[in-house]
Every structure is written in structure tokens, then in C-alpha cells.
């Protein structure tokens, strides 16, 4: 069995179309919107694209089906900021079955290995600022906004197919309605004493100017932690197309002084109106998307950062608190804080000590590129 290249807009329908057949039975699987994944592979479009590159590439059983899928991703900006030859994969979806997936693997390896990579990272969604890693654990509920879901058997084969483990990401979730240990009054009251610093919500009046802010931060904030890239001022504008269906309630930015120097970033999980919508995103269901996201009841924290220099100061206890108040006053149920990289020990420890369980667990793989590929062409062009 061969992978071929996708290259036809026919292809394309088809290749956004395997979830429906890998996911058909399970009832925790979230349909993505279709014009949304449209829009992550549209050249003119996507911010990825103003740096990196990708092919698609799809397996056909005997009756000519496509069965599975990926993308060969190569992100300059990765191997600029680690000085290194890393390649990635993503986009993984397939049938159980392990010829089709080594097909699949072994054409990314030959496209990354012909731009000169030497190992290759993954699944991600096009970069690691955005969906990463496979599910390994939490099978037993659907998974939150912008976060990958897979079925139980990707592990095996990826494991068949010779990737290794690179690192682990967690989700804690919880209940909103719990109380806080006296422990962690104790770390608030030591930050609630810095009285020239203080937290206010995202301000959709300053649009453009918090979303800045905290594309700055962040960049700012997560150099030390596992797969950070720099975000460009054209995703952190993608970014901001997200949050503006959440609640600005939920985004908190911390100043001292008038300066920035933190942010918690809550988004509504709008899995639990993307689960009814299969899909497609037509007028009848843009409306029912409003009306629907006053009824949302789950909250995804994404991010949470302070500035180096302030980390003593207690902050980020203030922020978790911050955003505490305003799921309890607004009627959330529950919370996830998603991902930590499992080395992350300290905000593990702040999540455990607030009542938060490990409840998921996505795995990045790695793997290995013959350095004789680097010489060799590629699959065959084909129409997928």
C-alpha cells in the first residue's frame, strides 16, 4: 500500500471527510465545522502559510475508499527558534488498521526528509500553538474546544508504525462549585497585598489592542515551556476570530502598575453546540449558535501566564481566582485547565491543590527519518 498526495479539490472533500467514517460509532467524538478546516489548509488564508508548508497525503483500500490521512508539515519558524531539522506530522486520521497508517508515516517521512529533516514531531494541527498530541487516556467523555480527540487504537499504531514517545500533555478538569484549600488563600492573601496591581477583563472596546497584549505575554511568558513558538501577529489575529464568540468575562489580564504582566485566557467550550451541528455551519445554524451559547455550561482555560518577574509576587493564584468568580457568577459548571506538559510540576500541583483531577492525557510522538530519504523522491504525484 502507497500514500498518495491529495492535490484535487474532489480529494480535499474527501480527506475532510474521514472523521465521519473513522468517529461513525463513537459517541464522544465532536464533528468539526468544515468550513473551519477548510480554512487551516487555504494558502491565502492561514497564517500558517506565511512561513511554512505542507502536503497532504491519503491511503484507498481495494474499492478505492480513502481510509487515512495526514499532512507533511514543515514550519521554519520551529526549527529557526531550536536550531534544529524537526519535521512534523498532523491531521492523522485513519482506520484501524497498521499498513495503511505505516503508508502514511512513511510518506511524511519521505516529504520532511527531502526538506532536509532529520526526525519528525507529532500529531499536531499545522503548528504546536494549536491542537497537539493524540489522546491516550480519557476516553470516557468528549473532548473541549480546540483540543484533539482520537480513537484508543492511534497509540498502537503509531507505537507499530516505530514513533516513540516525545512528551505528554494534561488536562485537569473539576467542578466550578468547590472550594478553594486554605492553602491557597494563604498564597492569594500574600498577592492581594501588592495593592499596584490589579486584574481586569479582556475589553472588546480595545479589540485590537488587548489582543496585542496578549499575543506579547505570551510570547513573553512560555519560552521555558515544552513546543513554544513565538506567535505572529496573524495568528494572534486568528486568535481573536476565536474569542469573539466566548465571553470576554472569562479573559483576564493582570497590571502593575498600568504595565501587563499576566493573562488568564478562558474560552467557552462550543464542543457542546458543535456536537449537534455535524459539521456544517449554515445560516439556520449560525443562529442557533447564538442562541445555544447562553446555555453553555463548560469553560477551557488555555493559557495562564505570568511574566518571570512576577511569578513570585503570587499572581498567578490572583488569576485563578479572577476567573473563579466569574464562572460561579455567570453559572458555569465546569472547568478544564489544558494542556500542561506532565514535567510541568508546580502548576500540577496548584491544580490538585484547588480540587482539579487528571482526567486526559495526550501524547506527542517522535520519530525517526532515514538520512537515505533525504535523496529519494517523494510518492508519485497523484489526485488523492
Known amino acids: 500500500m502507497t500514500a498518495v498526495p491529495v492535490t484535487s479539490r474532489a480529494g480535499l472533500r474527501k480527506f475532510l471527510r474521514i472523521p465521519w467514517d473513522v468517529y461513525a460509532s463513537d459517541p464522544y467524538w465532536v464533528p468539526p465545522l468544515l468550513r473551519e478546516e477548510r480554512r487551516k489548509l487555504d494558502r491565502k488564508r492561514a497564517p500558517f502559510f506565511e512561513y511554512g508548508d505542507l502536503a497532504l497525503f491519503a491511503v484507498h483500500s481495494q474499492d478505492r475508499r480513502m481510509v487515512g490521512r495526514v499532512a507533511a508539515i514543515h514550519n521554519p519558524r520551529w526549527q529557526s527558534h531550536y536550531n534544529d531539522r524537526t519535521g512534523f506530522f498532523g491531521l492523522f486520521e485513519c482506520i484501524n488498521d497498521r499498513e495503511s497508517a505505516a503508508a502514511l508515516l512513511q510518506a511524511v517521512r519521505c516529504w520532511l526528509g527531502e526538506r532536509g529533516c532529520s526526525h519528525f514531531l507529532g500529531p499536531v494541527t499545522l503548528t504546536t500553538n494549536e491542537e497537539v498530541g493524540v489522546l491516550i487516556e480519557g476516553f470516557d467523555s468528549a473532548p473541549r474546544v480546540l483540543t484533539n480527540y482520537a480513537p484508543p487504537y492511534y497509540k498502537d499504531l503509531f507505537e507499530a508504525c516505530g514513533l516513540s514517545k516525545a512528551v505528554d500533555l ?34 472588546r472596546r480595545r479589540w485590537d489592542d488587548d489582543v496585542r497584549i496578549i499575543r506579547e505575554l505570551y510570547n513573553a511568558t512560555f519560552g521555558d515551556v515544552w513546543g513554544f513558538v513565538p506567535l505572529t501577529e496573524a495568528e494572534a489575529g486568528e486568535m481573536g476570530r476565536i474569542l469573539r464568540f466566548s465571553d470576554e468575562q472569562l479573559i483576564g489580564i493582570a497590571e502593575c502598575d498600568g504595565k501587563p504582566v499576566g493573562c488568564i485566557l478562558g474560552v467557552l467550550d462550543i464542543n457542546e453546540i458543535l456536537r449537534t451541528l ?34 513570585p509576587t503570587g499572581i498567578e493564584a490572583r488569576l485563578i481566582r479572577w476567573v473563579h468568580e466569574r464562572m460561579m457568577s455567570a453559572g458555569y459548571e465546569r472547568a478544564e485547565f489544558s494542556w500542561l506538559p506532565e ?42
Open 170 to 203: 494534561l488536562s485537569y478538569t473539576g467542578e466550578v462549585r468547590h472550594m478553594f484549600p486554605p492553602k491557597f488563600y494563604r498564597v492569594l492573601a500574600r498577592a492581594m497585598s501588592h495593592k499596584n496591581i490589579h486584574v481586569r477583563p479582556f475589553s
Open 278 to 311: 455535524n459539521g456544517r455551519l449554515s445560516l439556520t445554524g449560525i443562529f442557533k449558535m447564538l442562541r445555544a451559547r447562553r446555555f453553555i455550561r463548560g469553560v477551557r482555560v488555555m493559557v495562564s501566564g505570568i511574566l518571570p518577574a512576577y511569578r
Open 343 to 384: 514535567g510541568n510540576a508546580p502548576s500540577r500541583r496548584i491544580l490538585e491543590a484547588i480540587g482539579f483531577s487528571l482526567a486526559k492525557r495526550h501524547r506527542v510522538y517522535s520519530g525517526m527519518i532515514d538520512p537515505g530519504l533525504r535523496s529519494r523522491n517523494s510518492p508519485k504525484e497523484g489526485q488523492g
